[in-house]
């Protein structure tokens, strides 16, 4: 495959978030090609190897390996998930051992985890930690902390979640707010009540900056056919981040940020000249507290952007502008990703790249009401990146809604501020059932 041309171009838009649902438009596009090809793709790369060595003080030898595991076990991950059912507790790794963590409740039978595991080779690997709570009695009481939580939410002050390696529901407090305030807020104090169990609440402190969250509308780089995730596309409104190419019925769809669909109209890419060329019309969208952050844009049958080559890939600015999709599955606490927009043009190696620190979190964009359920992740964010892919290796696991920026650090990141995304499986089921395409 030949590489393209690609012009950088940053241009700062604001865009203040509402909350609301969109109705999905069914504009149809032409048929997806009978065969997607491109050029193999390293399992790990060097921009995850340099980011992962800066975050966890490792050499390249271990950070190969931690992160070659991690791509190993991708699949384990969901299989666990479904063969538990009601008794999963989650699935997380420890990037200080360098091991998976599947949560065991008391009574869970462990022998189709066990043999998960061992038919993909990962028992030496793997523990099987014993913990109190299932995940849907974490999600219960994390609904009624939702609601504890909802005045210091609406001041972009605290953030809710669930962290599997302790078993709790996670509140995110600002430095500012008070101890009467943060102990209010849990009156059975490191308990909460969920129907009739007990779920643990772990209440951290952080810089109130940290949890000021913004959508990242803006303007990102330029390339020329194939459209490709991390490029900027932009209507009349707002300007964001392509994420994902997506395919229904014969159809083409482009998955990125729902508030970014939100404000309707027709979206355009741009050439590497600079010659902008539509895409089609804004699709479904959804931007609330019961989906989260995820929309479509319908490919339009007449699009430039369609031709007999259109390959799923992603530009990974600076380091592979054909770095194709192989697949699609949910992240999971300790995972290692990188998201590709705006940010990922920061000369400093790795600086989109971060780890998964919380899932089922619910971040408040001033003035809506707070959005989720999203992912959080330790990568800097910034305008421009909404709706970008995050990605493990070669396979899409989300798409950017938001983060923490605005900081004085290099190009305006904030330390310990978080990137927030939508799962990309969740988004595409919640879209109507649209499939994620992929080079094989």
């Known amino acids: 495959m030949v590489a393209r041309n690609c012009r950088i171009c940053l241009v700062v838009l604001a865009l203040v978030a509402l909350a609301g649902v969109g109705i999905a438009s069914t504009a149809a596009a032409d048929s997806v090609p009978a065969q997607l090809t491109a050029t193999s793709q390293p399992t790990v790369t060097a921009t995850e190897i340099a980011g992962y060595q800066r975050d966890f003080a490792v050499d390249a030898a271990t950070a190969t ?73 974490l999600q219960a009481a994390e609904s009624g902390l939702l609601r504890s939580t909802s005045d210091l939410m609406a001041q972009r002050k605290a953030r809710v979640g669930i962290d599997p390696t302790t078993n709790s529901v996670l509140i995110e407090v600002a430095d500012g707010v008070s101890d009467a305030t943060v102990s209010a807020l849990t009156p059975g104090g490191t308990r909460a009540a969920a129907s009739s169990d007990d779920v643990n609440v772990e209440v951290r402190r952080k810089p109130a900056a940290a949890l000021a969250v913004q959508t990242t509308a803006c303007s990102a780089p330029d390339c020329d056919r194939p459209l490709r995730g991390g490029v900027r596309i932009q209507n009349t409104v707002d300007g964001c981040s392509m994420g994902a190419l997506t395919t229904r019925g014969g159809s083409y769809y482009i998955m990125t940020a729902g508030h970014c669909v939100r404000t309707g109209g027709t979206w355009t890419a741009f050439t590497s000249a600079g010659t902008p060329e539509d895409i089609g019309s804004a699709g479904g969208w959804l931007f609330d507290g019961t989906y989260g952050d995820i929309g479509a844009i319908n490919v339009s049958s007449s699009s430039y952007w ?135």
């Open 306 to 440: 369609i031709y007999a080559g259109w390959v799923p890939e992603t530009a990974a600015w600076n380091v592979d502008l054909d770095h194709g999709t192989t697949g699609s599955a949910y992240s999971y606490v300790g995972e290692f990703t990188c998201h590709f927009g705006q940010s990922t043009l920061n000369p400093l190696s790795g600086a989109a790249c971060g780890t998964t620190t919380a899932v089922s979190t619910y971040g408040n964009y001033a003035p809506s009401s707070y959005v989720g359920p999203l992912s959080e992740n330790t990568a800097c964010v910034l305008p421009g990146d909404s709706g970008g892919t995050v990605e493990d290796g070669n396979t899409v696991v989300g798409i950017v809604s938001g983060g923490s920026f605005g900081g004085t650090g290099p190009y305006y990141c904030i330390s310990g501020g978080v990137m927030l995304y939508e799962e990309a499986p969740s988004g595409a089921a919640w879209l109507g059932g649209l499939t994620i395409a992929t080079i094989f």
């Open 65 to 137: 390996a931690h992160l070659e595991l991690q791509a190993r076990g991708r699949p384990m991950v969901d299989a666990v998930r479904t063969a538990q059912g009601d008794d999963y507790a989650g699935v997380w790794f420890d990037n200080q051992e360098g091991r998976f963590k599947v949560g065991m409740v008391p009574g869970a039978d462990p022998a189709p985890v066990q043999a998960i595991l061992a038919a993909d080779d990962l028992t030496d690997e793997t523990d099987l930690v014993p913990v109190d709570n299932t995940w849907s009695q």
